[in-house]
């Protein structure tokens, strides 16, 4: 099974501040997935990359496969933006997701 | 267009007794997907569809809980004689081709009393 650390567990953070969160992986995968979960429970498909950037609105992800390690920031950062936001990857010999425990962000006007 | 539907949204029962949960994935999604979140816990994989072939059920926690899916359309989730411990949110997503980007449901909230 892939073993997923995401870091930091919470991030307290100022409007407009820049965001990052950490992802790192035990095995090597197809692609890595990444979730915004709403205070609500509502699950949002972010990004899912295999290789190099992807960029939506004041997110980017980014992905280096050779050290096993995946960022997501968050420019400008907005209130709206509080979520947990949750790195997924599949399980080696399978593409079954094996989830990490999250990273609740917290935005402060 | 519309996306992942479940019912219900939000279900009460009696430990012992069996429910059945309904997934609607988005239309044309070959690939349907269950997972499960404890409270205050991460997801954890339940079961995935290529069509209406599940190849792989080991993430079943127990052999009380089952899935069907009719064709590449409606799944339900079914858990008989339900514990305390199956209290979760129960989700769903599905996704175009097998592993591809996933779509979610808003989830069933499942209490067993």
């Known amino acids: 099974k892939n073993e997923v650390e995401q870091s930091p567990q919470n991030l307290t953070a100022q409007e407009g501040e820049f965001i990052t969160i950490n992802c790192s992986y035990s095995?090597?995968?197809?692609?890595l997935h990444w979730l915004q979960q709403h205070p609500g429970g509502g699950i949002v498909s972010l990004f899912m990359?295999?290789?190099g950037k992807k960029k939506h609105g004041r997110l980017i992800a980014t992905i280096n496969i050779q050290e096993k390690h995946s960022s997501l920031h968050i420019t400008a950062s907005h209130p709206r933006d509080s979520a947990v936001y949750i790195c997924?990857?599949?399980?080696?010999?399978?593409?079954?997701?094996?989830f990490g425990t999250g990273t609740r962000l917290t935005i402060i006007p | 267009g519309a996306g992942v539907s479940q019912s219900p949204s939000n279900k009460v029962t009696e430990k012992g007794k069996d429910v059945e949960l309904r997934c609607d994935p988005i239309?044309?999604?070959?690939?349907l997907y269950w997972y499960r979140q404890r409270l205050g816990q991460g997801l954890e994989f339940l079961i995935y569809?290529?069509?209406?072939?599940?190849?792989?059920k080991s993430g079943l926690p127990s052999d009380r809980f089952s899935a069907e899916r009719t064709g590449e359309s409606v799944s339900t989730l079914t858990i008989q004689r339900t514990q305390q411990e199956d209290s979760a949110v129960y989700l769903c997503?599905?996704?175009?081709?097998?592993?591809?980007?996933?779509?979610f449901g808003p989830g069933t909230r499942l209490t067993v009393t």
């Open positions: 239309s044309g999604h070959t690939a």
């Open positions: 095995v090597g995968i197809s692609a």
């Open positions: 569809f290529q069509g209406n072939s599940a190849p792989d």
């Open positions: 997924a990857v599949p399980n080696f010999g399978n593409e079954k997701l094996t």
């Open positions: 990359l295999s290789s």
């Open positions: 997503a599905s996704s175009l081709d097998l592993w591809g980007e996933q779509y």
